[in-house]
């Protein structure tokens, strides 16, 4: 197979004019039984291919990884522009399609990759991709049509440099407001996601999955959200998901819409059930949730791929030493895997241990027949991408469509209208917000330059007419490793952090502009002139709101609790659940006369 176009037709498989299911059927039935457990694994490789991703998470080289057969890889890390990409895409499609008798061209993922969170377990930042606010952000905004518009995007920048499944949306619904993954949700209203998800699916497959579609694989199934005491179950001590509401229908919702939107892939979470009449093992070898939940009851037939690492054990991860194989912890590799197959899976999210499912099928504690079942789903999804006829992009194509300035400017004001106007009290008669140009401004968190564009920068509240006052939603910062990517604990700021606040809202008025990655606690900041919530933004399109040439429509995603001792005490698994929050869920306020895009 040239970068042209595909090789001589010499099978049946090879034949574009045959239906997807004649050409799936041909190609199952001519692989080995080794081909065939390759493509139940689904692990990472990295951009360049340099071996490693910093000193705490290592991968395996490339060469390895397609040496086993691999044809399904997460892509980590970043490239320079979109032409980079685009040749080294290129590039591990060549060696793929050089095996032999029967070579099957690669699938790449990638976590989401348009926003501003940096987490090498679970998004990564923009860089030259177009910059959007964070899925947050685009809940706030609240129009379906806008983020299917922010999904085709995403899609055409994603075809282009030869990425076709994006492991993402994710669905869960945020009822504890501690947890460390809100960001990248919609938030906590169930109906509000499911709506917004829908839009996210059409923008990335299309009316129907097809050569020109992104895979959407939703997560994390059948609902992320419960996590006891909001810990992450990346980690040991986060493992637990609880339902003291008995809610977990409510958790369910968006997946019921995407799922009847024709979302291709599911991923379910690592959390372990607790006190539900679901098996009480994580969602990944869970065969309630998988098989009894979403094949039976909902008829899903499409990919069920693992969250990563379920399997084997690392001890030079660190803190991700121990695999997330919650409820399970005591089983051998061998049971592990056989655990996950019986409950439904057709991938191993993030790992490579081929040889431990071949094994399992050659000692007939697998058939064959279980086996083909996984692989025809996964062969029929190439298929379906086109990835047999059309395996290579053109790298001038890439070179034009990532970053495009038209897609650049369309994030750049969804991260403006994404902005959600908390506070904006009345200095000598007028609302505090927008500023006018000119005037003196004290923003220690502001570039000075940018900045200057506007106003004059002072160096003191004393000297200034404005302060404005960058923060980000607190956190109890890990020690080191994974953790420290993943922000738990107390969502009340500091009292010395509150003093610093006041001591400057005493001198002038103040502007406090705060990054919402989850909930926080904003009690003591209330004296601010003005209060804005920002879901990931730049310095341009901040400067541009509160300046007035463009307007917040954001409305607030989730509720803003008044306390952490209210979130304690509210049900994890119930929404709008803690007592007297100080901002609903839906508050925004608007500047009079100025409207979005203006």
């Not at 290592?58 to 399904?72: C, D, Q, R, Y």
Request: aromatic content about 8%; hydrophobic content about 45%; some cysteine.
């Amino acid at each position: 197979m040239s970068d042209t176009g595909p090789a001589e037709t010499r099978f049946p498989y090879q034949d574009a004019a045959l239906s997807i299911e004649q050409r799936t059927e041909d190609l199952l039935s001519r692989l080995t039984l080794d081909a065939k457990v390759a493509l139940m694994f689904h692990t990472m490789a990295v951009l360049g291919d340099v071996g490693q991703l910093g000193p705490t998470l290592p991968i395996p080289a490339l060469s390895t990884l397609l040496g086993k057969g691999l044809t399904h890889f997460n892509v980590i890390g970043a490239a320079a522009d979109g032409r980079e990409f685009a040749q080294w895409c290129n590039g591990v499609q060549r060696m793929a399609l050089q095996r032999a008798p029967h070579p099957i061209p690669v699938t790449l993922s990638t976590d989401p990759r348009h926003h501003f969170t940096d987490n090498p377990v679970a998004q990564m930042v923009a860089g030259a991709f177009s910059q959007w606010p964070e899925t947050l952000g685009l809940a706030a905004i609240g129009s379906p049509e806008r983020v299917r518009q922010f999904a085709d995007i995403v899609r055409q920048e994603y075809l282009a440099v030869g990425l076709r499944v994006a492991l993402h949306p994710q669905i869960d619904v945020t009822t504890e407001p501690r947890w460390s993954r809100i960001s990248s949700t919609f938030g906590e209203d169930a109906d509000l996601t499911s709506r917004l998800a829908v839009g996210y699916l059409r923008g990335l497959q299309g009316e129907a999955l097809g050569a020109d579609s992104v895979a959407a694989m939703i997560k994390h199934f059948p609902g992320g959200g419960p996590q006891k005491d909001g810990l992450d179950p990346h980690f040991p001590w986060g493992r637990e998901q609880v339902y003291p509401g008995d809610n977990a229908d409510y958790h369910l919702r968006p997946f019921r819409a995407a799922l009847a939107a024709g979302a291709a892939e599911v991923m379910p979470y690592y959390g372990m059930p607790v006190g539900t009449a679901w098996d009480e093992v994580g969602f990944g070898f869970n065969k309630s949730v998988i098989t009894g939940l979403l094949r039976d009851q909902l008829g899903f037939d499409g990919v069920v791929c693992t969250d990563w690492g379920l399997i084997t054990d690392r001890a030079e991860l660190g803190d991700l030493s121990s695999a997330r194989a919650w409820g399970v912890e005591h089983l051998s590799r061998e049971e592990r895997v056989l655990r996950a197959i019986d409950a439904g899976v057709d991938q191993f999210g993030g790992e490579e241990c081929t040889e431990i499912l071949a094994g399992l099928v050659r000692a007939g504690r697998i058939t064959e027949a279980r086996i083909d079942q996984s692989a025809r789903r996964l062969l029929r999804m190439k298929f379906t991408l086109g990835l047999f006829d059309r395996p290579f992009v053109d790298e001038d194509h890439a070179a034009l469509t990532v970053g495009r300035p038209d897609f650049a400017a369309a994030g750049l004001q969804a991260q403006q209208d994404a902005l959600t106007l908390l506070t904006n009290t009345a200095v000598d008669g007028k609302p505090v917000l927008p500023l006018t140009r000119g005037i003196k401004v004290y923003a220690p968190g502001l570039a000075g330059e940018a900045l200057a564009d506007y106003a004059t920068p002072v160096d003191t509240a004393a000297a200034a007419d404005v302060a404005v006052l960058r923060l980000k939603a607190p956190y109890e910062p890990a020690d080191g490793g994974i953790a420290q990517f993943f922000h738990h604990g107390s969502l009340e700021f500091g009292a010395a952090d509150v003093q610093r606040v006041l001591e400057v809202c005493a001198t002038v008025p103040t502007v406090l502009d705060i990054t919402l990655d989850r909930p926080a606690v904003l009690t003591p900041l209330v004296p601010a002139a003005a209060i804005v919530a920002n879901f990931g933004v730049s310095e341009t399109a901040l400067l541009n709101v509160l300046f007035g040439a463009s307007g917040p429509q954001g409305a607030l995603p989730f509720d803003l609790p008044s306390s952490d001792a209210a979130v304690a005490a509210s049900r994890t698994d119930v929404a709008f659940d803690t007592a007297d929050p100080l901002f609903r869920f839906g508050h925004g306020l608007r500047y009079r006369g100025i409207q979005a895009g203006t």
